[in-house]
């Protein structure tokens, strides 16, 4: 099977722009703590009463050493606990007292928040997709938190071309193209992943093929990742204290399954018989790639092994507008599959769907179609990263606006690398939850289904940062719904004391194209059953929420089950994920 890149064509290189603003001063790192932020579990006395907060403020100070009281009630229950001013060191040892209580879920610094500074760089103003309310992603409130350091994100791709707003932040990759042919470099697997052009003749790759000049692909993808930030030129990338590994399995023609699952296997810290040991394991992958059909098992034996190693693999999910669910990798378990969207909030007209879809995330639309006459081109609506200007070979460096789920896919890779930061524990199914929960709903339409809406960096890193966020238990396998039928997904839960608690949180990721069909029931482990969506909800195409269920009546421990029953006909979907939070 051969695999292409999955970008629409390029438009016109962009002229460098005015220099803006310089960010502002970060804040001292050490920074004295005047509060402390508790959170105390539902069942806990000081969740509800402000006396026994303020004991319990007290104490555990004196058991630090240090004064504390409780000062106030927060909209969200937690209690504000003033320390005066202190030491980052000394507030530490007080939040060491609450951490060490059972009854607290989570205790946190008051830390504050700025005014965000505007990166320098001179094509920032044109990254409509990191900062527009509308359609973009809402990246630099989240660069406050974390900007992807030590993190490694592989691009399995074209390979890289120098680039020098990107070279600070790449890695020593390899290149995994076995034919010397399709490789351009005279020999096969090496440890140089330098992008040879991938051009190719009329009739060169297949009949009627059409001629085509180098993408470039790889080194595109990777700015949009992890360019170099406030260097005062060029692009910003999203995680740009992140490092890049240009992982090259696409050259002339395409790029073989072999070759890049081979490449998925190494990159994320596997063997590969005959290829040096990664030096530096990516805990992110992005495939900007795809072909027609179904999952191999080829793909999901090496993404199945990734994730068991700690990687999160993001694909793109194909530029057929179609549904991805016959496209590989997107169609892959395992993996987060993104839907490319415009500048308006709308599904970009060239952009795969549908039920398998996770999430949508910016990937421009430049032009409605490569031949059509008449048609109007928009680079200022496409992806501007770094780029090439050689036609075949590489030429000079440039910043140029794709268009493609290619595209999008690097922003959510960008995002995972972001949270791997923010909280190294996360697992990739607790990354793809995550982005999932905290999407908001894209402004225009997509029609056929995008996941859970428009990717949301700064919500989305929040979540992961301001207390727990991965649920104690969680099944991530993905369960079809059909026609008028009921499916069931279930979780066993073990090590737990008692019953289970009174605000027992349920969250659910189920894509469907009509949900008010659906009935979606918890099944406690006596069989007992409680209601979480009863048809409701009509058209839309998904349920990404958190329940919660009084379940102070049910023993914790045994098997629970997410009950689905479809009560009409012609409608598809399903069970994406779902956890249980105690």
């Known amino acids: 099977m051969s695999v292409t890149l999955l970008a629409g064509s390029a438009t016109a290189s962009v002229a460098l722009a005015a220099d803006v603003p310089a960010p502002a001063a970060a804040e001292a790192a050490a920074a004295p ?5 508790v959170g105390y579990k539902s069942t806990a006395t000081e969740a509800s009463s402000n006396t026994a907060a303020a004991d319990d403020a007290v104490a555990k100070g004196k058991k630090a050493g240090k004064k504390a009281k409780f000062d106030r009630r927060l909209g969200t229950g937690a209690a504000l606990v003033n320390l005066g001013t202190v030491a980052p060191s000394e507030a530490a040892d007080v939040m060491a007292q609450f951490r060490a209580d059972p009854d607290v879920a989570y205790v946190e610094p008051d830390s504050r928040a700025y005014a965000l500074a505007t990166p320098n760089d001179t094509e ?4 409509w997709d990191l900062f ?5 992603m809402n990246v630099p409130a989240a660069w406050d938190k974390t900007t992807g350091s030590g993190v490694t994100v592989a691009v399995i791709d074209t390979g890289y071309v120098a680039h020098s707003d990107l070279a600070a932040n790449v890695v020593a990759g390899y290149d995994f193209i076995s034919t010397s042919s399709a490789a351009r470099d005279g020999n096969g697997r090496d440890n140089n992943p330098a992008d040879q052009g991938d051009w190719s003749a009329a009739g060169e790759c297949g009949l009627n093929s059409k ?4 993408s470039w692909h790889g080194t595109h993808v990777a700015g949009t990742i992890a360019a170099a930030t406030g260097n005062s030129k060029g692009v910003a990338g999203i995680a740009y204290g992140a490092k890049i590994q240009p992982v090259r399995v696409l050259g002339k023609c395409g790029g073989a399954t072999s070759d890049i699952v081979d490449a998925i296997t190494w990159a994320s810290g596997g063997t590969v018989a005959g290829v040096p040991a990664n030096a530096t394991p990516a805990k992110v992958i992005n495939m900007s790639l795809g072909g027609s059909g179904a999952c191999t098992a080829s793909y999901q034996n090496a993404i199945n092994a990734a994730v068991g190693r700690g ?4 694909v793109a999910a194909g530029n057929s507008n179609a549904d991805a669910a016959n496209f590989s990798p997107a169609s892959c378990n395992n993996v987060i599959n993104v839907a490319a969207s415009n500048r308006t909030g709308d599904r970009s007209f060239y952009s795969n769907y549908g039920a398998i879809i996770d999430v949508a995330a910016p990937g421009g639309e430049t032009r409605r179609g490569t031949d059509t006459p008449g048609t109007v081109t928009t680079p200022e609506n496409g992806i501007l990263s770094t780029l090439n200007a050689g036609g075949t070979t590489p030429g000079a460096e440039n910043y140029e606006p794709y268009q493609g789920t290619s595209m999008a896919a690097p922003h959510v890779a960008g995002l995972a690398a972001l949270l791997k930061s923010a909280n190294s524990a996360l697992t990739p199914a607790q990354i793809e939850s995550a982005i999932k929960a905290n999407a908001r709903p894209l402004a225009g339409t997509c029609t056929g289904g995008c996941g859970t809406g428009l990717a949301d960096a700064a919500a989305t890193v929040a979540a992961v940062t301001s207390g727990p966020v991965t649920p104690a238990f969680e099944n991530t396998t993905d369960f079809a719904i059909g026609d008028n039928a009921t499916v069931e997904s279930p979780i066993t839960v073990s090590g737990k004391t008692g019953n289970a608690p009174a605000s027992l949180q349920v969250g659910v990721n189920i894509a469907h194209t009509y949900i008010g069909d659906l009935k979606v029931d918890l099944v406690a ?8 969506h009863n048809r409701a909800g009509g058209s839309a195409d998904n349920i990404a929420t958190t329940y919660s269920v009084n379940a102070s009546s049910e023993v914790a421990n045994g098997t629970w089950k997410l009950r689905v029953n479809d009560n009409a006909g012609g409608d598809t979907g399903k069970i994406d994920s779902w956890s249980l939070g105690f």
Request: no cysteine; hydrophobic share 35%; aromatic share 6%.
């Open 124 to 127: 920032y103003a044109k990254q």
């Open 311 to 314: 990687t999160t693999v993001v």
């Open 132 to 136: 527009e309310p509308t359609a973009g």
């Open 33 to 37: 703590v005047e509060n402390l932020i």
């Open 211 to 214: 001629a085509s000049d180098s």
């Open 525 to 532: 482990p006596d069989g007992s059953v409680y209601t979480l």
